[in-house]
């Protein structure tokens, strides 16, 4: 080889990594178990395929970010306890092999956008401030890129990254996204546990084997969740957001209540799941990447398809725990009940 063809090669091979490491559906669905665990910061293949696997399963990371970060490590930990596999250290083959035999069928698929995704209406700005949402008709989606990722439980980075070049707002247009219609049906919902000091919330059948698991994000100290047992008691598609002025938000001004029109988009998101302590709630949110990342102002905030699946599959009546301390049992807090307050 001269050196100007050696020279050739190694210019080629250092602008076009992606020869060599391509990320598109081919390489996530053929993606095999890492030998070590994925960056937390970094999409790729492997961490892609494993969210997506999760997902399926019911044990929730989350928004799927291609990313193996916080959300997904929890929810990779709680499928491997409830299979009994070790997950301290990588990914065990054996781990893989389970999530793999539960989640049949390509992780990622190519989809035809329709007319319904890019219809409408969609916000030009989502304000920042709830006085300034009460005006509006519907919390919408501020874009169908928006509604896309919702819909297939994807962040909108990853959406874009799977489909380079691609436009989001054009009927007909085929793009890659995950493929989470897979995800399976729930058995019937036996009790609730919500983790406060961990950020989760895991269901539970009548013989106390865990169903399924999603990352939550819980009240702060100022803003408490309540302790104790209180028990499910209505399930709302499309809620809409009613202020109290006695919530006195630092940041919200009216001394009078009002209410925000439902919508994706709506501060309790597009699904709510009351429980028996007024004010307080399961409900969905309007930013999936901070479930879990953030504190609430004292309700259980899930992603909006989350706490949608919950809601399809608790009942009425529902014991649901919260556990103030890691080592606290369920068994020690049935029969205790939890304080008022009205939040979200």
């Known amino acids: 080889m001269t050196r100007w063809m050696l020279g050739a090669v190694l210019t080629l091979w250092m602008i076009c990594p992606a020869l060599a490491n391509n990320f598109d559906a081919t390489a996530v669905n053929d993606a095999a178990r890492p030998a070590r665990r994925p960056a937390t910061d970094k999409v790729n293949a492997s961490a892609t395929k494993l969210q997506v696997m999760l997902d399926r399963a019911q044990f929730s990371p989350g928004e799927i970010d291609g990313k193996l970060g916080e959300n997904a490590q929890k929810a990779l930990k709680a499928f491997a306890e409830q299979n009994g596999i070790a997950s301290d250290k990588g990914i065990a083959q054996e781990l893989w092999d389970r999530l793999s035999a539960a989640s049949e069928g390509p992780v990622v698929v190519d989809y035809k956008i329709t007319d319904a995704d890019v219809k409408g209406p969609f916000l030009k700005v989502l304000p920042g401030k709830l006085e300034d949402m009460k005006s509006l008709q519907a919390l919408s989606y501020t874009s169908p890129l928006e509604g896309l990722a919702e819909k297939f439980h994807m962040s909108e980075d990853l959406l874009r990254t799977l489909n380079a070049g691609k436009s989001f707002d054009k009927a007909g247009e085929t793009i890659i996204v995950a493929n989470v219609s897979a995800r399976r049906e729930l058995p019937r919902i036996a009790r609730l546990e919500i983790d406060k000091k961990n950020g989760t919330l895991k269901a539970f059948d009548g013989s106390d084997r865990l169903l399924a698991f999603y990352p939550a994000s819980i009240g702060s ?46 501060p309790v998101g597009a699904y709510w799941i009351g429980l028996s302590a007024q004010g307080y709630g399961i409900h969905g949110t309007a930013e999936p990447d901070k479930v879990s990342k953030s504190a609430s102002h004292g309700c259980i905030r899930l992603t909006n398809w989350d706490v949608r699946m919950l809601g399809d599959n608790v009942k009425r009546g529902t014991p649901v725990v919260f556990l103030d301390a890691p080592t606290e049992s369920s068994s020690k807090q049935h029969g205790k009940s939890g304080g008022k307050r009205a939040s979200n």
Do not use: C, E, I, Q
């Open 221 to 266: 100290p100022d803003r408490p969740t309540p302790s104790g047992t209180l028990k499910v008691t209505s399930t709302s598609d499309k809620p809409t957001y009613h202020y109290n002025p006695d919530y006195k938000f630092h940041n919200v001004k009216s001394k009078a209540p009002f209410d925000v029109k439902p919508g994706p988009n709506n």
